[in-house]
Nanobody, 125 residues
Framework: EVQLVESGGGLVQAGGSLRLSCTAS????????IGWFRQAPGKEREGVSC????????YYADSVKGRFTISRDNAKNTVYLHMNSLKPEDTAVYYC??????????????????WGQGTQVTVSS
């Protein structure tokens, strides 16, 4: 059974940092692209970042470029999202997701089949 578990969310002041983790089990982690998405109340889900399985090619949404960094540790079956210079508009539930179908990772939720339960990130002003 494919399982993804997010952790690391919390409450932080604007300008602060958090590191989210997405730990996977039940599948061959290195064969999958991993994406991070977020959804704020009343807003559509947004692709934040993703990292591909093989060459590690990376995507960032324009809204997080220069502030967020994604990385993966295949030995630990974990993908990290380092979030710096956080803004109140980064407040959302953050989800990770896994995909093996496409040639490289995509920033669109429809590309992913397996999802975690989400972790709340709240940035106070």
């Amino acid at each position: 059974e494919v399982q993804l578990v997010e952790s690391g969310g919390g409450l932080v002041q604007a300008g602060g940092s958090l590191r989210l983790s997405c730990t996977a089990s039940g599948f061959t982690f290195e064969d999958y692209h991993i994406g991070w998405f977020r959804q704020a109340p009343g807003k559509e889900r947004e692709g934040v970042s993703c990292i591909s399985r093989s060459d590690g090619s990376i995507y960032y949404a324009d809204s997080v470029k220069g502030r967020f960094t994604i990385s993966r540790d295949n030995a630990k079956n974990t993908v990290y999202l380092h979030m710096n210079s956080l803004k109140p508009e980064d407040t959302a539930v953050y989800y990770c997701a896994a995909d093996e179908k496409y040639y490289y990772c995509l920033g669109y939720g429809w590309a992913y089949d397996s999802w975690g339960q989400g972790t709340q990130v709240t940035v106070s002003s």
